[in-house]
């Protein structure tokens, strides 16, 4: 009942915003930047609004959603706007923006104006586990909600951006989407590691963990979790990878000396560690604002069901899956594609992670990496920023 509830406010705002519609106009040249409900500066968005404003600078009036102004780095404090995800503010310029970049989605209780442009990012490339109404933890209530939802916000996405033709195959279908808003641009996030500078690279390396007081010369291990269960119910799991045995298999296959960045999810149930109090191995990356530059600088990446697995593999370096709540994982949520087509290999105790990294193999992992690519079909090629830009300067009339 909760959710035909919410269903019916949701039909009841959309039409009381279409009368301040009335009284609230479209501003030109005016761009609206949201990624994970404005609890971070970073993902697509991030890249996408950088090059616009490296470009053309204050030419666009540009809108940031963060619920903590002081994410927003302190270049743009002064020509860059900021509105907390749901208040008064957000929803004004939600309303009156030209052009929304968004990587989750976009609001159901406000109905699309014609002349705004929406696109949606996405947050995650590749096809792994389940989400949206896929997921099989939803009871039938939550996946007739989400259907309806779907329904009511059809039509309002003028380009989803797509890592791959599986990606875009799944995701059509679970979202209502006309494949044709779908385009095979790969994700902006991830073009810096087609341009990827050796010089760069270990000036970034050097400032990271000159930051956090890391030796810049050890094997960086990022281990990277993704969260358990969903919404109000998301939680974190334990750093258990981040073990003596681990640590001493790491050092014998790659002679060097290991540090583990550790990197929880951000998610509601999210308390802070200070890991590097018990060991002086492991150090916490949590509240790192942007993932890719610890892809970029890791030597070896340890995660489970996360899609940074596809980020990862775009630098060719080595990954290892640890999976010990596999079966529940798979009970709840469920998989896309078949675990044995993932690009690196996975296991479900410390053990076998161990017996992972002792047996890693350099051919083997570029042979896994081109086979996964190959069967989901990447649009990974690196101008997947710039694609985005041509589309947002044609709508603004820049071109």
Same mark, same amino acid.
């Given at each position: 009942?909760?959710?035909?509830?919410?269903?019916?406010?949701?039909?009841?705002?959309?039409?009381?915003?279409? +009368?301040?519609?009335?009284?609230?106009?479209?501003?030109?040249?005016?761009?609206?930047?949201?990624?994970?409900?404005?609890?971070?500066?970073?993902?697509?968005?991030?890249?996408?609004?950088?090059?616009?404003?490296?470009?053309?600078?204050?030419?666009?009036?540009? @809108?940031?959603?963060?619920?903590?102004?002081?994410?927003?780095?302190?270049?743009?404090?002064?020509?860059?706007?900021?509105?907390?995800?749901?208040?008064?503010?957000?929803?004004?310029?939600?309303?009156?923006?030209? @052009?929304?970049?968004?990587?989750?989605?976009?609001?159901?209780?406000?109905?699309?104006?014609?002349?705004?442009?929406?696109?949606?990012?996405?947050?995650?490339?590749?096809?792994?586990?389940?989400?949206?109404?896929?997921?099989?933890?939803h009871s039938e209530g939550v996946k007739w909600y989400i259907r309806r939802v779907r329904e009511l916000s059809?039509?309002?996405?003028?380009?989803?951006?797509?890592?791959?033709?599986?990606?875009?195959?799944?995701?059509?279908?679970?979202?209502?989407?006309?494949?044709?808003?779908? +385009?095979?641009?790969?994700?902006?996030?991830?073009?810096?590691?087609?341009?990827?500078?050796?010089?760069?690279?270990?000036?970034?390396?050097?400032?990271?963990?000159?930051?956090?007081?890391?030796?810049?010369?050890?094997?960086? @291990?990022?281990?990277?979790?993704?969260?358990?269960?969903?919404?109000?119910?998301?939680?974190?799991?334990?750093?258990?990878?981040?073990?003596?045995?681990?640590?001493n298999v790491l050092e014998a296959t790659f002679g060097r000396k290991v540090t583990f960045l550790y990197r929880?999810?951000?998610?509601?149930?999210?308390?802070?560690?200070?890991?590097?109090?018990?060991?002086?191995?492991?150090?916490?990356?949590?509240?790192?604002p942007d993932m890719q530059d610890l892809l970029e600088i890791a030597d070896v990446l340890i995660t489970d069901?996360?899609?940074? +697995?596809?980020?990862?593999?775009?630098?060719?370096?080595?990954?290892?899956?640890?999976?010990?709540?596999?079966?529940?994982?798979?009970?709840?949520?469920?998989?896309?594609?078949?675990?044995?087509?993932?690009?690196?290999?996975?296991?479900?105790?410390?053990?076998?992670?161990?017996?992972?990294?002792?047996?890693?193999?350099?051919?083997?992992?570029?042979?896994?990496?081109?086979?996964?690519?190959?069967?989901?079909?990447?649009?990974?090629?690196?101008?997947?920023?710039?694609?985005? @830009?041509?589309?947002?300067?044609?709508?603004?009339?820049?071109?």
């Amino acid at each position: 009942m909760k959710y035909r509830i919410k269903y019916c406010v949701i039909l009841m705002a959309r039409v009381v915003f279409r +009368i301040f519609y009335l009284f609230i106009p479209v501003k030109r040249n005016s761009i609206l930047f949201c990624s994970f409900s404005g609890m971070q500066y970073t993902c697509n968005p991030k890249y996408i609004f950088e090059s616009l404003y490296s470009r053309f600078g204050r030419r666009y009036e540009y @809108v940031w959603v963060l619920d903590n102004r002081e994410k927003l780095p302190c270049e743009f404090r002064g020509s860059v706007k900021t509105a907390k995800f749901r208040s008064v503010k957000y929803i004004y310029h939600m309303m009156r923006s030209e @052009v929304i970049v968004d990587n989750v989605g976009f609001e159901s209780f406000l109905p699309k104006r014609s002349e705004q442009l929406l696109i949606n990012t996405w947050h995650g490339g590749g096809a792994y586990k389940k989400v949206s109404a896929d997921m099989k933890m939803h009871s039938e209530g939550v996946k007739w909600y989400i259907r309806r939802v779907r329904e009511l916000s059809e039509g309002t996405t003028d380009f989803f951006l797509s890592s791959s033709r599986t990606f875009t195959d799944i995701t059509s279908d679970d979202f209502f989407m006309d494949r044709n808003c779908f +385009i095979p641009t790969g994700m902006p996030r991830n073009d810096r590691f087609f341009s990827s500078d050796a010089g760069k690279n270990l000036a970034l390396r050097q400032r990271i963990c000159g930051q956090y007081h890391v030796a810049s010369d050890s094997l960086l @291990v990022l281990y990277a979790p993704t969260f358990r269960n969903y919404g109000a119910n998301m939680r974190n799991i334990s750093r258990d990878a981040c073990c003596p045995c681990v640590e001493n298999v790491l050092e014998a296959t790659f002679g060097r000396k290991v540090t583990f960045l550790y990197r929880r999810h951000i998610c509601r149930n999210d308390t802070a560690t200070h890991p590097r109090s018990e060991n002086p191995d492991i150090v916490d990356f949590t509240h790192y604002p942007d993932m890719q530059d610890l892809l970029e600088i890791a030597d070896v990446l340890i995660t489970d069901y996360s899609s940074s +697995i596809w980020d990862f593999a775009l630098t060719g370096k080595p990954c290892f899956l640890y999976m010990p709540d596999l079966a529940e994982y798979r009970y709840d949520r469920g998989f896309y594609t078949p675990l044995d087509k993932w690009p690196f290999p996975y296991t479900e105790s410390i053990d076998g992670l161990c017996g992972l990294i002792a047996s890693y193999n350099v051919e083997e992992n570029a042979r896994r990496i081109s086979a996964h690519q190959k069967l989901l079909g990447s649009y990974e090629h690196g101008h997947a920023t710039s694609r985005v @830009v041509e589309i947002i300067e044609k709508h603004t009339g820049r071109t």
